[in-house]
């Protein structure tokens, strides 16, 4: 497929590699650990399932103008785009590759720094830990955020979420410890997926099956009212490529600012949240978006992307 | 409950293989598969490793790929497939998007 | 098995202190609110005379406002609350040099993070990552992180309260220690694979089955401590060995990635790190193009 028609292609539907190709600036990319390679789970054979070449998730390096953009973009066709022992030793292989690039732009580039800085992009499209691999998919996020906490104040870490299988488990912390999260309305993002909340608790609680209520709770306009989501783009690959290139023409302090995690300061902002939550009790989203001013919540779901930019209210940070 | 790994041999067309070294192509979904061709100068012969879950359509396979190796009028290749209970149908399709790609095509 | 510690993190906290030493919500300089999160408990205690911040669960608590936490689960308030604790911990030490900071000590048992629809509305995975970034910060500006395992070690809750220490130690199962991401009954159920097939596989494999040895020998758990008597003990070396690594500056031989190294060692994780060499490998022939 043509660059040009990767731009305008549905980041909702494309394949993890056309994202990281369609990313990062026109033939820079260059995929590591790639099917060639053959990496495959040594795991799932054993229990009879089936593997594939690059497991699951597509790593590697691209430009997006001078930046360095080391990528990670999963494949949600693959086993739910879960994290199993390769899958998630080539995540941290990425964030290895950044902190050495930086240290190399740091060097060559002292006072230059803002142009040359790497960044991490991961394209999450995940439940989280793979079941077949559990034990070593839980051992490969714990390295993941030890190495999240090594890139603050070096590399930003830009998380993009849009893909079918949303960004939930042990990832969904993950794309929260990163600096900016970019999604569509399409995407989702969370810790415990609906199905699990339904199960554990009940279908009083929340049912699973009702699509309008997992996006009400989980979907990039709630994140992005709640601030969780710091970017609210369209469904194509194009929005989320000009989305990225806009962030890293800015100050790497400006994106450092996005977090909503990873500070004192931070968390004390989240647990007057907390309090919220537990002094509203709302029973759904739609509450708390009304809370925060939006005095027609049920018009928001439909809306067009640019009319709820234009009109949404969100909810107002603490910390600047 | 072990993976079922297959291989196959056929005559092909000396010379008609892929312009780069290697190519890649689709994903191993539920009900689908994902292909690696490399292209390998043998007298035309293509070789092909199947890797799947499903156990007993040795026969299938190799029908579906004769064919597909003799309309497309290939050769000098390998071709390693990663199966996920792909249909014939979808199979010979894939072969065909991956060797079109593979010839810089557009799919 | 009288001396079962599941579901006894408060009596685990006082085997582990030296006598009547915890003082449950003073942490460095700060008092923390008790009304909050009350599944967490964290304090300050001395351990062989050393003065730590302990964090443990709670299992008989339950959080009157999040109905979902109870039974040891950790949800948005103990995280937050624990990490708290971290950051004031930090804070107490901050001109102190690597290795003489105060320790960190976790208790871990608890059955997983909250999954309600409050929790996702207002975002449970925050709090949770929250906790997990205090505890890198912590262990990478020099003070020793120990967690012990003295019951329920369970999937994203193990991850968020016990996975970003230095060491991991535990109970061995006898004790009922449970280290897991699913029981295989549940694993069985998602995958579809027959459980009589997984319970036989299971016990070659250490990679998807549930237990304290299997997580040992894919390197995450350091050491397998024989009784409840021997912990204080072992919690003292450990601490005694990170203080000794940090104050070299050797950050890597303690935490996440050693335990990387060690999963490789113990012949539990091969594939890791040849992926991570492969990448390095294929990154050095085209870093020309990337880095300038």
Known sequence: MRYSELQRKSFLEATARERAIGLTDEGSFTELAGPRDRMMSPHLPILGEAVSFDDGVVTGVGLVGEHPVFVISQEGKFIGGAVGEVHGAKMAGIFRLALTAYDHAAQEHPHDLERYRPAVVVSFETGGVRLHEANAGLLAHAEIMD??????GKVPVISLIGSKVGCFGGMGFVAAATDVILMSPQGRLGLTGPEVIEQEIGKEEFDASDKSLISRTTGGKHKYIMCDCNELVEDRIGAFRDALCGLLNRPYSSLCRCRRIGSYELVREQMALVRLAAQ???SDSKDIWRYYGNAEPDLIPEMEVKEFLKTA???PREVE | MALVHLKFSFDG???????REWSHSGVVGSGDMEVLLTRREQNGRVNVTVCTPVSGFDRVWELVLRRFVAESGCGDLELEINDNNATPFVVGLRLRQALLEARGGEI | MEMQMIGRGRDAVAMLADEGSFQENHVGNAVMDAEFGPGAVVGTARIGGV???????????VNPRFPVVYFGVIGMEEAYKMASAVYETIEADREKRPGEKRPLVLVVDTPGNAPGKVEEIFGM?????????ALAEARKCGHAVVAIVIGRAISGAFLCHGLQADRILALPKEYGTVIHVMPLSSISRITKMDIERLEELSQKSPVFASGVDFFHRLGGVEEIVSAPEKMAEAVSRHIAEIRC???KGEFEKTGPWSRGILGAERQGRTARPAVLARMQQEFSQVSGRYLR
């Not at chain 1, 190495?147 to 603050?152: H, P, S």
């Not at chain 3, 003065?51 to 608590?61: G, H, Q």
């Not at chain 3, 995975?125 to 970034?133: E, H, M, R, S």
């Open chain 1, 147 to 152: 190495l999240i906490q090594d890139t603050k």
């Open chain 1, 280 to 282: 509203l009790n709302p």
């Open chain 1, 313 to 315: 209210h969100r909810r």
């Open chain 2, 13 to 19: 067309i000396p010379g008609a293989s892929i312009p």
């Open chain 3, 51 to 61: 003065a730590v911040t302990m964090i443990a669960n709670d299992a008989e608590a």
């Open chain 3, 125 to 133: 995975n925050k709090a949770t990552g929250a906790y997990q970034l």
């Open chain 3, 245 to 247: 690594h940090k104050a």
